[in-house]
């Protein structure tokens, strides 16, 4: 980005996270602004990519896919090819929420929704393990979601 975020960047940022459909006078109400200037910075932060997408946020219980489980992944071969093959093969996974790599003793963490443990067994046995390269994987089955954020706090930032 070629300019710093100021308080009301942030807080546009902040009131859209919660509400992506609200509309620009009522956006520009809770910012303090006009509707105009709103609007430009809300196009300004879309086009540099600060804002990449809106989308609904899906109620995973209710869809039936309230079994996580976190699965550590160790290839076989770490050389380029061999991940750029994991990767592309890891998205095609229905079941894969999260891919992550990782820095330790294994090479991707990924976070798995299914509706039950018998699913994650079918998901792991005919989908995950079948990868290419996997050499070992270790599962660990989520209790209990205490925090889950689809975007980051920006007071953090």
Do not use: W
Not at 21 to 34: A, D, E, Y
Not at 111 to 127: F, L, N, P
Not at 133 to 151: G, K, L, R, Y
């Amino acid at each position: 980005m070629s300019k710093e975020l100021d308080s009301y960047d942030r807080k546009i940022l902040d009131v859209l996270t919660v509400d992506a459909r609200i509309s620009l006078t009522l956006l520009s109400q809770k910012v303090g602004l006009s509707k105009t200037p709103v609007a430009a910075r809300v196009k300004y932060l879309e086009d540099t990519g600060l804002i990449t997408g809106y989308r609904a946020i899906l109620s995973t219980n209710q869809l039936g896919l309230s079994h996580i489980a976190f699965v550590e992944v160790k290839l076989d071969d770490t050389r380029e090819k061999a991940l750029l093959e994991f990767n592309a093969a890891v998205k095609i996974v229905p079941e894969v929420a999260e891919c992550h790599m990782i820095a330790g003793g294994y090479d991707y963490l990924l976070k798995v929704r299914t509706s039950s443990i018998e699913a994650y067994r079918e998901a792991m046995g005919q989908r995950i393990s079948t990868l290419p390269h996997v050499q070992s994987t270790s599962t660990f089955v989520a209790m209990e979601t205490v925090v889950e954020q689809t975007n980051p706090r920006l007071s953090s930032l």
